[in-house]
C-alpha cells in the first residue's frame, strides 16, 4: 500500500508541476529589512549625532551608574542612544567602568570611540593657549576669555577682579578647558607679582608706592609705545604731579567707556568721573589697565626734564614743550 501511494504521489507531481515559488518575495522583504535595520544602526545609532558638542566639557559625575552615564550621553548629544550606548559598553567593554570627571571633545566620534574615552578616562583636557594683551583692561579680558572657555562667567569674573585692575598681569597663559574663574584670576595675580619682583629694587629706589608706580604704568602702556618715549613721558608726568597740575591724559577716557579705542570731545572732558584727569589733580584712582613689565620700569625710570606737555605728531614722533606756548608751536607744526 505504501508503494503505490508513493508512486501516485510521484505522478501527481510530474503531471502537476508547481507554479512559481513564493519564497522570493518573502527573501526580498527580509533583505529588505535587514538593509534598512542595518543603515539606521549606522546612521541612527553608531555614527555621532548631528549636534554633537564639539569644544564642549561634559561631566561624569562620582559615583554615576552606567544608565546614568547612558543618560547624561543622549542628553548632552554625545551618543544618539543611551540604550545603545550601554549595550556597546556591556559587550565589548565590560570589565571597565567609567571613569568621572570632565570630558572635553574637539571632534566628533562614534559610538565605539565615545564607549572607548569613557571606559578608558581618556578626558581630552588639553591646555588652551589663551594671550591677553599689554594694557588689557578686566573687561577686555573677560571678553577674550568668555570666547575661549566655555565654563568661563564672565559676572563673576568682573566682580572679583573689580579690585584688581592692572594687578592681573598680561602674558601668554595656557589653561585647561574646564578652568574656573577663579582659578584664572589667581594664576594671572600671582604672575604679576612674580614678575614684579624682578623690578623690586628699582621701585623701592624710585620712593614712590606700589600703586601709584602701576597707577602711571598703566596710562603709559596706553601713551607711547616706545620703552624711550615712556621714560620722557613719566618725566613730564611726574613733573606735573609735583606741581599739582592735571594730567590731561586722553587715554582714561576709553577706561572710563569701556570702549578699546576712544577720542575725547570736549563734551567728554566735563566727566564727573575720578578717572577724569582733566579735572582732577593727581593720578586716577587705579589702573586704567595691565601695565608690561616695561611700562612700569619705565614709570620709576623717568627722563628727568621739566617739560610739562607733549604730543605724537604727524610724524610719528614724540614732541615735548616746557611752556603751553611751545606747546601750541607743536600742535600747529605737527597736527594742524
Not at 501511494?5 to 510521484?10: D, E, G, K, S
Not at 535595520?37 to 554633537?52: D, E, K, L, M, N
Not at 575720578?274 to 620709576?300: Q, R
Request: charged share 20%; hydrophobic share 40%; aromatic share 14%.
Amino acid at each position: 500500500m505504501f508503494f503505490e501511494w508513493w508512486r501516485a504521489r510521484a505522478v501527481r507531481r510530474v503531471s502537476c508541476p508547481r507554479g512559481p515559488s513564493n519564497r522570493a518575495p518573502f527573501m526580498g522583504l527580509l533583505l529588505g529589512v535587514l538593509i534598512g535595520t542595518s543603515a539606521w544602526g549606522w546612521f541612527g545609532v553608531y555614527q555621532p549625532p548631528s549636534f554633537f558638542p564639539i569644544k564642549t566639557i561634559v561631566t561624569i559625575p562620582e559615583g554615576a551608574t552606567l544608565s546614568g552615564v547612558a543618560s547624561i550621553l543622549q542628553k548632552e548629544q554625545v551618543v544618539q542612544s543611551a540604550l545603545a550606548f550601554r549595550v556597546f559598553v556591556t559587550l565589548f567593554n565590560s570589565k571597565e567602568q567609567i571613569r568621572a570627571g570632565d570630558y572635553y571633545f574637539n571632534e566628533r566620534l562614534t559610538l565605539h570611540e565615545v564607549a572607548e574615552r569613557f571606559t578608558h578616562g581618556e578626558f581630552g583636557l588639553e591646555s588652551v593657549r589663551v594671550t591677553i594683551p599689554e594694557g588689557a583692561t578686566t573687561y577686555q579680558m573677560a571678553h577674550i576669555f568668555e570666547e575661549r572657555f566655555e565654563r568661563f562667567d564672565t559676572g563673576e569674573f568682573l566682580m572679583l577682579a573689580e579690585e584688581k585692575e592692572g594687578y592681573l598681569f598680561p602674558d601668554t597663559y595656557f589653561f585647561l578647558p574646564n578652568v574656573s574663574t577663579s582659578q584664572i584670576l589667581t594664576t594671572m595675580e600671582r604672575t604679576f607679582y612674580e614678575r614684579l619682583q624682578t623690578l623690586e629694587e628699582k621701585i623701592a629706589a624710585f620712593g614712590r608706592p606700589v600703586h601709584e608706580v602701576v597707577t602711571m604704568a598703566s596710562l603709559l602702556e596706553k601713551e607711547a609705545r616706545e620703552y624711550d618715549e615712556r621714560q620722557i613721558i613719566a618725566g613730564v608726568l611726574w613733573s606735573r604731579l609735583q606741581i599739582e597740575m592735571p594730567l590731561q591724559v586722553d587715554a582714561v577716557f576709553g577706561f572710563i567707556e569701556k570702549t578699546d579705542t576712544f577720542s575725547p570731545k570736549y563734551s567728554h572732558l566735563e566727566s564727573e568721573s575720578l578717572y577724569n584727569t582733566y579735572k582732577n589733580t593727581g593720578l586716577p584712582p587705579g589702573p586704567i589697565g595691565s601695565p608690561s613689565l616695561e611700562a612700569i620700569e619705565a614709570a620709576v625710570t623717568p627722563v628727568e626734564t621739566d617739560a610739562l606737555f607733549y604730543l605724537h605728531g604727524r610724524d610719528g614722533v614724540l614732541h615735548i614743550a616746557h611752556t603751553y606756548a611751545e606747546h601750541l608751536v607743536n600742535r600747529r607744526s605737527y597736527l594742524d
